[in-house]
Structure formats: C-alpha cells, structure tokens
C-alpha cells in the first residue's frame, strides 16, 4: 500500500524535517519509489533465521572500567559550547518550548 | 470528594510503579568516562560521548551493569544472559543524541517481585475482606491485627542513561510554563539510570509507599544509589486506574509525575483514587493523560493528554555489542550483595530478641543498621535490648552520636544507673561531642542511688505524709503507686532509681 | 630529485628517516602539488597548511632528536571530511556542520598521525557519505582525475580523487555501502574497505553504523597495506566497542605467491544487469590473472546476494536517520535563526541544514522504523542479513577469496543519474560486504577498453583476513602494473620534491 501525503507530511513531523508543499510531493514520489525497492525482503520466509543486529561474530559483553578519565576526554566549557549556535552563560539555549506537544521531562 | 476509605469500598485502586534510580555511587557516566556527579558548575562534566557529538561512541560502564545485576537479584528477578541496548527516540534537547539509549524487550532483570509487610493504619486502607462485595480477587489473609503481606511483582529492571537537566527561565517557577527560553546543563546527561517497572499489583496508597521504601532500604543496601526523592535520585511515577470490585477489566489509567517523598506518593495517589471515583461517579470518563502532582496544593493538574501511543522508533543499538552475561559475571555481582534488610531484621530477631517493628526499623536503613551493629560491638548480651531500644526511642534525634556513646549511655540504663528521662538528657549532652556520657552523668550527678538502706528513709516520709494515696492503694487503685514513686523521685532530687522506689513501695504496701 | 606523486610511502618515510629530503619539504611539495592540481580536482574541502608543517616539523624534530620515526613519517595524507581533526572543520559536506570544528581528534585520525603522517587536509565527500558521485556534497563537486566531466564516485570521492591526482600518497575514506571501493574504481586507485571492527569508528562521523568502516586509498596495494598498519598496531579502540583487534603485520606475505590457493568467482554476478562490457572483461582479466599466477579458480553462489540491496536500503536508512537525529541546531550545527519555538527552530534547522538527500535517507529510515512497519521491513531485513553472511560463510569454505567487479561500470557524467534510486545501483557488488562485515579491496586494473576510464576488479575475503585479501590484491597488481598511475593530466604538476 503506497504511502500517502498525508502519511509523508506525519513522518516529517516526526522527524523534525519542515517540507514545503512541493518538497512533500517530491519526497512522497521518492519513498514509495524507495519502499519498492525493498520489496525482495517481504518475499522471504524466515521462520527460525535469526537477525544479525551487530556484524560482530561472537563478540558481546564489552564494557569499559568505571574510572574517570577527564583528562583524556571531558571538554573544558569553551570547546563544549563552541559549536553551539545559541548559548547564555555556560548553558545551551533553546528558545520556548511551547507550542511542542512534549512534555517537560522528556521520557526519562 | 469522597475520603479514600469510601472510594476503596466501592472501587479497586489498580497500581503500578515505575521507579528510576541514578547509580550515584559510580565514578562515571553510563556511556563514557566523565565524572558521575551533576551539583558542578552547568556543563562541566561532559565529554563528546555525553554531549552526542557527532563521530562519538557509547561504551558501556561494567560497574554499573553489574550494579543493575545487584538490583535484580535482590528483588528476586531473574537475570538475562542475552540482552541488548536499544535507541529510544524522542526529539528533545535533553537528550543529546535524540535518542536514549536503553533496553528493548528483553531487560538484564526480568520477572522479579517484593513482598511488603503492610500493617498499622496503613493496612486499613485495604478494605478487609468482609467489606468488600464482590471482589474477584483472592483475598489476602491478615493477621489478627489487621496486617498483611502483599506479594508485588517486578516486571522489569533496564538499564538507561538520564537525560540533561534543563531550566526554565522567564516562567513561573522555573515550569515550561510561559518560560521564554529554555537553559541545558548536560552534565546529568549519561548518568547511569535503572528503571524498575512494577506490575499493577499495588492497590493502596499505602502499599505504593511501603514498595517504594522497601526499594529505597534495598537499593541504599546494596550501596548503588544514593536514592534521594528529594534531590531526585530515585524518581517515581504512578500509574493508576479504578475499576468497580469484581470488575476484571482495567480501566483508563492516568500517569502521575512529579512525586518527590513518600508522602508525595501517598497523597498523590489518594487524591488521585478520589478524584478519578468521583469523575466515574459523575458518569465522566478518565482521560489516558499525565498528571503533575502539586504539593502545595495538595491536587494533580493534567500536563499532557496522550492521544495516541508514543513511537519511539525502538531498535537494537548497532553501536552498542551484545550482552550475553555469563555465569562468573552475574556470581562476581551475587557477591558483593550484603545482606539485606529483610534477612537482617530475622536475624536481629532470632539473635538478639527484638521485637519485629524494632528489628524491621533498625534493619531497614544501612547507616542505621550499621550503626546498631557498632554499638553493640563489645557490648554485654543483656545490653542489646536496651541498646536497640534506645536507637528506635531516642537515637533517631540524635544525628551526632556514635555507636560508643550509645552503648555507654544503654549501659547505664541497663545497669538502672539512669533513668529514660536521664538517657534522653545525656544524649543532649553528648551529641555532636566526643564527651564520654559516663562522665556527664558523673558531673551532673545523675547517677541513680541503688542503695536500699540510703532509699528506706525517704520511702518512709513519703508514705507518712500521703495518707490519701494509701488509702486509694489499699482500696484497689494500685496505678496510685506511680504517684508515690513521683513523691519519692522528688524527695530524692532525682538521685533514687524509680524502678528501686517501685518496688520498697509496693512491698510495704502490700506487707 | 622526483615529483611527490611518484613516490610511495614507504619511499616518502624510508627518504625522511635517511634524511634524504625532510618531511617538511615532503609537505610542501604535496602544498605544491594541491595548490597546482586541485583547482580543477577539487578533492579538498580543507587543505590544513598549518597543521601539515606543523606536523612535519615535529617529524623533523623527532628525526633532529633520534628518535625511531613512524613507518609513515612525513607521508601525506586527506581525510574524508567526515573524520575529526582537531585544528580543522569537520563538515561532512553538509550546511549542517559548514562552521562545526573538531573537539576531538578521531582514532583512525590519531594512528595515522601516531605513525608520522602529516594531515594535509579534509577531503570532499558525498554529504553525509549519502551517494556515490559527491554530487551530493552541499560546497562543490570533485572532479575524476581521469575526466574532469565525470565523477569521482563517491561517497569518499575527494579521498579517491586526491589520491589519483597525486596530490597526496594515501588518504582515508569511510564505506558504508562500497564508499572506499567504488569511488577508487572509478579513480584508478586502490581502495580497501577492512572487515568490520578492525578499524576504530570513533571520531569518524556515523552513517550506518552497523555497516560503516574506515579504509585507506593508496596507489598501490603496499601503500594500503602500510596505512592498514598504522590503523590497526595498537590493537582494538577501546572507544570503539565494536572494535575487534586484528593486529598482524600488513606487508608480511604480502608478496607470496598465490599458487594453490582458491580465487571463487559467482558466476550469476558476472551476468548482472547493468554490468558493462569492459568492466566485465577486465574482471575476467584478473581472473586470468590469478590463474595464472596459480591460484585456482571456483565457482561458488551467493544466492541471497541478489537481496543486498533491499536488505542495505532497510539498514542503512534506519541507521542513519537515528544517526543524524542529533542533528538539531542546539548543541552545533545549522540553526535557523528567529524561531519563536523549539519545534520551529528544530524543523527548520533540519529542514535547511541537510541536503535533498540527508533527508530523504532519514525520511525512510524514520518510516521503516515505524510501528508495525519495523516488523515488515527492519526486522526481516536484519534475517536477510544473516542469510547473506551464512552464504559468504559457505562460499569461503570453497574458496579463499571471491572475485567480482567493484563498480559495474566506469566514472560517469555530472548529472547523469538524476534518479536517486537509480544511483543507488552503483553499489550493487560493494553492498553485500558491508552487510557480512567482511573485507573487500578494489584494484585497478588499467583503463576500460571502451571508455578508457580506470576499471577494477574488486576482491573480497571473509572477516579478519585482510591480509590475505591484500596478499591477493598485490598479486592481480602485479599483474597488471607495478603500481596505480597517476592521472596523467595531473602527473607532474607542482609537487617537485628538490
């Protein structure tokens, strides 16, 4: 089933990328081209195949020692915020946060 | 609206938890190196990994994989050899990457569960049995004082990382509200974080509290967390629907936030059990919604209705290896586990005698417990009783003691040397000092006189002079006797032991 | 005494040490060379002066001092402009970060400088390494050494294409799909993808990351084989944590012979829809080659292969679109100025920042993701996935390598694939060893019959057998030509070393 304008313009919003009326007919035409593209994997069954997440062979459980190593890697305040388009003080800033449907807290 | 005793008859309270710990006992953030600690200066501890820098990759902190091990063992889940990270996804700045890197289906820690003792008032809020009509489920059995045991299971327990703390400027109070631009701190962004999700097994206030302290005395044992409602280090949300008694089916549940003590949660959700009683009584419906809880108002206000599920885009972190945990790994964690406060109170029971409110009181906090055991280090066996006693009725006040002093001062108690009155005015004396209590008990002259010939005389004046009071002895009023011991104590200045004047009281009465 | 671009790196470290000539004029003569050649390559995004003659000073005084120098002390090298420098801007090509400086330096960065490299700069790309042209790049394109009108490849195509000019000996590209292999077919260089997790991905800007790996560009085999050295000596990054030590010695048996050993050739991908006829003669070729030189050819299937595609457009898209959704304007990056929100501000950042085809990519990775949509698309893809690996698996038990095209035809025109999807089977023989995480290497093999373009053949090996694979990769060389040629519209201009 093709995905519609609409269904496009929800994903954008989704993803936090603004498209122009034009933009979204593009991007409409290009993810159902896209979409069928993929169609040789709904083909298979792959009862009992398990998925390959990591490319990784037999490799799990790496895990790091709970040492601080500021010297080596935490960035002093002005290389933290240099790359930031707004900043106050040592903060990053970001403008109001109305008009989002986000919460306060986030997720966490 | 109705009080909470009234809704309970009528509706069941359905309740689940979902409770996150930050493991502030680590040295490093969950993903990277950076210091483990958010009260510096805003943006100091972060790194490109906790920043989300673009080219940075998450390395997960052995400590506190373990550390979630420790959790799910002592809240009897079982462990997951083979789990993953995920990558949860939510556009919002307190998230570097936008997205949080979690657990997907499969937790470390699975299919747990806490057993609460509910008793005193608080074992009132479930309405007994008998009151109840039409209640399909089991009923719980009670002791004869009305206290019972509720079997809550755990879900889940997935590790995470913690979002960046962000300030509101320009609004009421620092709230979203009206702000007119928001400030990030990242350094609280990639703190280890452990969420335990309960299953909607908690039907009280009450139980919800008990849960969350029980895990509180569980987590601070296991030395993981600091646990800290008020600066929260340990978050709670609640959870919460009605159904009418025999119902089966759950209701609309609304989601409470904003809970930063005990009592918060408790009054959080009794208003919240009452409010959504009386909007269902109203023929109203409950909105699937998230609700901040206003202390100072006492009440919940709705923050954000949920229209339709959240998608956060969840799949398995290619950055992040898979885990597949192995024997020594989850053996390595059993150990470090000490003993914990459930067996610590049996324990203080079966050895020392004590009673199980006393034990459970002593064996719940580590510091306290901890404290108990140093007191009685050295201390005679008959001393324990009054050692225990005087940590449960008097210690708790006293914030600068140490255990030596407590043992001093339950020796002089024990050995009738002081009065209870006597014990509580020493601690005075000797908290926040290295001031030995025998010596302020020495120069204030407090030390009791337990000598029968030196007390005789006064018993004598005492019972000459209070004819009346005799009389009311011999008529059957036998309580008349503290009245005496009063008249004795005061003749004496306080130097004769009560316990002493009790009995050369009643034995001439009773000649 | 010689032009930079006829020297190899081993040449160029071997002359530092001796003293023959310093690593400061080394680094002057690819300035040289750049500044001659690159007006019309247009390889670099950045050409780091400061840090080059810093760095070769330091090689210098190190070599004043006494001390052991690197095994690549004083050679020159380009970074893909998606791998952090400290000193310089990494911008992906992209709006997005046109102003973002490194705060750190990236690992694979640090071993290549830890060996004595002098950073010459940061090289164009695809934006965000999204194609296979660097038609996408957001600042300008890079043009193919071989033909100006045409297209480097992409998406490390200003690594490729650098390399080829002779501006400098090695450089590093990254490959997510056949970005190293197909854009040095297209270059008449050697491009080498390693097996996933050989090389460190820390510091490098992530597109897939299940997929993405770190490689170097050389004009020769030993050249790629020195650079893999570099990357990989001092074992595993523990910034990495899928990074896996493969610390053996590149150049050991790189010159063995190949007799007796199993070259497997699928013959379905030999028959591929869009292959050309040069490609596929040369490939042949190198077949011979081999066969020649003793090794045995076998026929060997891959029968999922022919879903690679599909099963990359599922992964990758997805990787990405979680990858780049840290893309914001908060914290670096494009912000759209005067926004009222934090949402306007965060769409219109995205929206504005990333090019035509970041977005796309993450459009559909935000889609396939989806609720539901997961379950028909990701989640099957990742089985696919493993089908693919298991097929590698049995067709490695045959053979010791597997031979095919890298590229299914030579450089073509700007402009000339104007359909995205279109462009998207320009990888059609890389994709299926991202997606095992195996190794592959691209080889040039001369100019195609018919276009006169560089043609290669591409080979690749199962996972942690590099060596092997380079081993093989000298031996078609040495077949063909002592070593890559520099584009000779470029060779000899500037970049004199007296």
Redesign the interface.
């Given at each position: 089933m093709a995905?519609s304008r609409e269904d496009?313009q929800g994903?954008?919003?989704?993803?936090?990328?603004?498209?122009t009326d034009e933009e979204l007919d593009e991007?409409t035409a290009?993810?159902n081209?896209?979409?069928d593209?993929?169609?040789?994997?709904?083909q298979?069954d792959?009862d009992g195949?398990?998925?390959?997440?990591?490319?990784?062979?037999d490799?799990?459980?790496?895990?790091?020692?709970?040492?601080?190593?500021?010297s080596?890697?935490?960035?002093p305040?002005d290389?933290?915020?240099?790359?930031?388009?707004?900043t106050?003080?040592?903060?990053?800033?970001?403008?109001?946060?109305?008009?989002?449907?986000?919460?306060?807290?986030?997720?966490? | 609206m109705k009080k909470l005793a009234e809704v309970l008859k009528d509706w069941e309270a359905v309740i689940g938890l979902e409770v996150?710990t930050e493991l502030t006992t680590?040295?490093?953030k969950m993903f990277?190196?950076?210091?483990n600690t958010h009260d510096d200066?805003?943006?100091?501890?972060?790194?490109?990994?906790c920043?989300g820098m673009p080219g940075a990759l998450p390395?997960?902190?052995?400590?506190?994989?373990q550390s979630i091990v420790m959790a799910g063992l002592a809240t009897n889940c079982q462990i997951m050899r083979h789990s993953?990270f995920y990558r949860?996804h939510?556009?919002?700045?307190?998230?570097a990457k936008n997205f949080?890197t979690t657990q997907g289906p499969v937790a470390f820690c699975m299919h747990g569960h806490l057993d609460l003792e509910v008793s005193g008032e608080g074992a009132a809020e479930r309405p007994a049995w008998e009151d109840v009509a039409g209640d399909g489920e089991t009923p719980i059995s009670r002791e004869k004082d009305g206290s019972y045991v509720a079997p809550i299971r755990i879900l889940r327990i997935h590790m995470?990382e913690?979002?960046a703390k962000m300030?509101?400027v320009g609004g009421e109070e620092g709230?979203?509200?009206?702000?007119?631009?928001?400030?990030?701190?990242?350094n609280r962004c990639g703190t280890p974080?452990i969420e335990l999700v309960t299953e909607p097994d908690l039907r009280t206030p009450e139980e919800a509290r008990l849960f969350m302290e029980k895990l509180q005395q569980t987590f601070k044992t296991l030395g993981i967390s600091d646990c800290s409602l008020e600066n929260g280090s340990m978050r709670c949300d609640g959870n919460i629907s009605l159904r009418r008694r025999g119902e089966t089916r759950l209701g609309t549940k609304t989601e409470m936030?904003n809970i930063n003590s005990f009592k918060s949660l408790h009054d959080a959700l009794e208003y919240e059990i009452c409010r959504q009683a009386e909007v269902l009584e109203e023929g109203g419906i409950i909105y699937q919604e998230?609700r901040h809880w206003e202390p100072s108002r006492r009440r919940t206000v709705v923050?954000?209705v949920k229209e339709t599920a959240?998608?956060?885009r969840l799949f398995?972190d290619?950055d992040?290896?898979?885990?597949?945990?192995?024997d020594d790994?989850i053996e390595e964690a059993r150990e470090k586990i000490p003993e914990l406060p459930d067996a610590k109170r049996d324990r203080y029971m079966h050895d020392y005698g004590l009673k199980r409110a006393d034990a459970a009181q002593l064996a719940g906090d580590p510091a306290v417990a901890d404290f108990f055991e140093k007191a009685l280090e050295g201390a005679p066996k008959k001393a324990v009783a009054t050692i225990a006693n005087v940590m449960v009725n008097l210690a708790p006040s006293f914030d600068a003691l140490s255990p030596a002093q407590v043992r001093s001062i339950s020796g002089l108690l024990a050995e009738d040397a002081i009065t209870f009155a006597q014990a509580r005015e020493v601690l005075e004396a000797v908290n926040g000092t290295e001031k030995d209590p025998e010596r302020v008990v020495d120069e204030r002259g407090m030390r009791q006189v337990t000598d029968t010939a030196a007390l005789e005389p006064i018993v004598d004046e005492v019972l000459a002079r209070c004819t009346d009071q005799v009389q009311q002895y011999h008529d059957g009023n036998k309580k008349v006797v503290g009245y005496l011991v009063g008249q004795c104590m005061k003749a004496s200045k306080g130097s004769g032991n009560p316990k002493l004047f009790n009995k050369l009281l009643t034995a001439r009465l009773e000649a | 005494m010689a032009n930079i671009d006829q020297l190899s790196a081993a040449r160029i470290a071997a002359g530092v040490a001796a003293g023959e000539f310093s690593a400061t004029e080394v680094a002057k003569a690819s300035l040289d060379a750049i500044e001659a050649r690159d007006e019309k390559v247009q390889a670099f995004l950045q050409v780091s002066s400061d840090l080059a003659l810093a760095a070769a000073a330091e090689t210098d005084r190190l070599r004043a001092a006494g001390e052991k120098l690197g095994p690549l002390a004083g050679v020159p090298v380009a970074f893909k402009d998606n791998m952090h420098l400290v000193g310089t801007r990494t911008t992906c090509a992209s709006k997005m970060l046109e102003?973002?400086?490194s705060?750190?330096t990236a690992t694979c960065v640090q071993r290549m400088l830890d060996a004595g490299a002098t950073p010459m700069g940061k090289a164009n790309m695809d934006e965000f390494a999204f194609g296979s042209s660097t038609e996408s790049s957001a600042f300008h394109r890079t043009n193919n050494p071989w033909d100006t009108e045409r297209v480097p490849g992409g998406s490390s195509g200003g690594s490729a294409a650098a390399v080829a000019a002779g501006e400098v000996t090695i450089s590093l590209g990254s490959d997510t799909g056949g970005s190293i292999r197909q854009p040095a077919s297209l270059c008449g260089v050697v491009g080498m993808k390693p097996t996933?997790?050989a090389v460190s991905r820390y510091g490098v800007v992530a597109f897939g990351s299940?997929?993405d790996q770190v490689g170097p560009f050389g004009r020769s085999v030993e050249d790629v084989a020195l650079a893999m050295n570099a990357l990989t000596a001092a074992g595993r990054d523990?910034y990495d944590?899928?990074s896996?030590p493969c610390a053996v010695d590149f150049l050991e048996h790189l010159e063995d012979p190949v007799e007796g050993m199993r070259v497997g050739v699928v013959p379905a991908l030999m028959e591929a829809a869009g292959l050309t006829t040069e490609v596929r003669a040369a490939v042949e070729g190198a077949a011979k080659a081999l066969e020649n030189a003793g090794a045995e050819l076998v026929e060997v299937d891959l029968p999922n292969i022919?879903?690679a595609?599909?099963?990359y457009?599922?992964i990758a898209p997805c990787e990405a679109?979680s990858n780049l959704?840290r893309f914001?304007?908060?914290?670096?990056?494009?912000?759209e100025e005067g926004?009222?929100?934090?949402?306007?501000?965060?769409?219109?950042s995205?929206?504005h920042g990333?090019g035509e085809e970041a977005?796309?990519r993450?459009?559909?990775g935000?889609?396939l993701l989806?609720s539901g949509v997961y379950d028909?698309?990701y989640?099957?893809?990742?089985?696919?996935?493993?089908?693919i690996?298991q097929d590698y698996k049995r067709a490695y038990e045959q053979c010791d390598v597997i031979l095919m095209p890298a590229s299914p035809r030579t450089a073509f025109k700007f402009g000339e694939m104007s359909d995205?999807?279109q462009m998207?089977a320009s990888d059609m023989f890389t994709i299926s060893n991202n997606?095992?995480?195996n190794g592959g290497i691209s080889v040039p093999l001369g100019l195609g019959a018919e276009s006169h373009l560089p043609v290669s053949v591409q080979l690749q090996g199962p996972?942690f057998s590099d060596r092997k694979l380079l081993r093989f990769a000298r031996a078609v060389e040495k077949s063909f030509s002592a070593r890559g040629a520099v584009a000779p519209e470029f060779a000899g201009k500037g970049g004199e070393l007296s």
């Open positions: 995905l496009v994903i954008a919003g989704y993803a936090r990328i603004a498209l991007m290009y993810m081209e896209a979409i593209l993929l169609e040789p994997i709904r298979y792959l195949v398990d998925p390959t997440f990591h490319p990784i062979g490799l799990s459980n790496v895990m790091g020692e709970d040492i601080i190593d500021d080596a890697r935490a960035l305040i290389v933290a915020l240099k790359n930031a388009g707004s106050r003080d040592r903060y990053f800033r970001v403008p109001s946060i109305l008009g989002t449907d986000e919460d306060e807290g986030g997720i966490a | 996150h680590l040295e490093t990277c190196n950076c210091k200066p805003p943006n100091t501890n972060v790194c490109p990994v920043l390395v997960p902190n052995r400590a506190a994989i993953m949860k939510y556009f919002y700045p307190d998230m949080q995470e913690d979002a300030v509101h709230r979203i509200t009206a702000a007119t631009e928001s400030l990030i701190d990242y974080l936030k998230t923050m954000r959240d998608d956060y398995p290619p992040l290896a898979p885990f597949d945990l192995t790994f | 102003n973002y400086e705060t750190f996933y997790g299940s997929l523990p944590s899928t896996q022919k879903s595609i599909a099963a457009y599922v679109f959704a914001d304007g908060v914290r670096y990056g494009y912000q926004c009222l929100s934090l949402a306007e501000q965060t769409s219109k995205r929206a990333f977005k796309r993450q459009m559909l935000a889609y989806s028909k698309y989640y099957p893809a990742q089985q696919v996935r493993t089908l690996t995205p999807t998207y997606i095992a995480g996972a």
